[in-house]
């Protein structure tokens, strides 16, 4: 009598400890099975250069101007927190002075790029699993993320604005973006998509 209740009750605990700790158990298998090696996300910052100097229209390579040099660097107090690992930049003064800030802080090299002349699926192969920054101009960065993201979903920036970012993140195929704006002090957030 003793030993068939042994039996029951001690079976009745192995059905507790089954039902009680296997998910955990499946969960911590699942877990160290897992390569997460194959798993490679591939993460695009863009965003367009500084205000520039307006003062002369005939100037094709402008400056950054005083509100331009404070929005570079505010963009690498942004940067700051992100791991990047390759900047890219066209190459205009107002385009590679908007991102000397973040690449010194980073001690990174600026690769210079045209946007017409790029293969974009080179620029991911090229890229996988790693951070990248890109800086280019109103009509180039909508165009280049709408080219990563493979559809025509963000519009023109608008002249006066130098606020936005472009994030655009790749993982296991699955394309996910995001436009964020960064007004400086004083502006009121815009919509450009």
Same mark, same amino acid.
């Given at each position: 009598m003793f030993t068939s209740r042994w039996n029951v009750r001690c079976f009745n605990c192995w059905i507790i400890v089954i039902y009680k700790y296997i998910p955990g158990l499946i969960a911590v298998i699942s877990f160290f099975s897992c390569n997460y090696?194959?798993? =490679?996300? /591939? %993460?695009?910052?863009? &965003?367009r250069h500084a205000e520039k100097v307006r003062t002369d229209t005939n100037e094709?390579?402008? !400056?950054?101007? =005083?509100?331009?040099?404070l929005r570079a660097q505010k963009w690498s107090e942004i940067f700051e927190k992100i791991?990047?690992?390759?900047?890219? %930049? /066209?190459?205009t003064r107002r385009t590679i002075s908007t991102v000397i800030p973040t690449s010194d802080k980073k001690q990174l090299k600026i690769e210079i790029y045209k946007p017409e002349d790029i293969s974009y699926e080179a620029f991911l =192969?090229?890229?996988?699993? #790693? #951070?990248? !920054?890109?800086v280019g101009h109103s009509n180039t960065i909508p165009e280049t993320t709408n080219?990563? &993201? #493979?559809?025509?979903f963000y519009n023109q920036i608008e002249d006066n604005n130098? %606020?936005?970012? *472009?994030f655009v993140n790749i993982c296991d195929g699955v394309i996910s973006h995001e436009l964020l704006y *960064?007004?400086?002090e004083g502006? &009121?957030? =815009?919509? %450009?998509?």
């Open positions: 090696d194959d798993k =490679k996300c /591939t %993460s695009v910052y863009l &965003i094709k390579d402008p !400056l950054l101007n =005083k509100n331009g040099i791991e990047i690992d390759n900047i890219l %930049s /066209t190459n =192969k090229g890229n996988n699993g #790693k #951070k990248v !920054l890109i080219i990563l &993201i #493979k559809e025509n130098n %606020s936005n970012l *472009y *960064y007004p400086m502006q &009121i957030a =815009k919509d %450009s998509i």
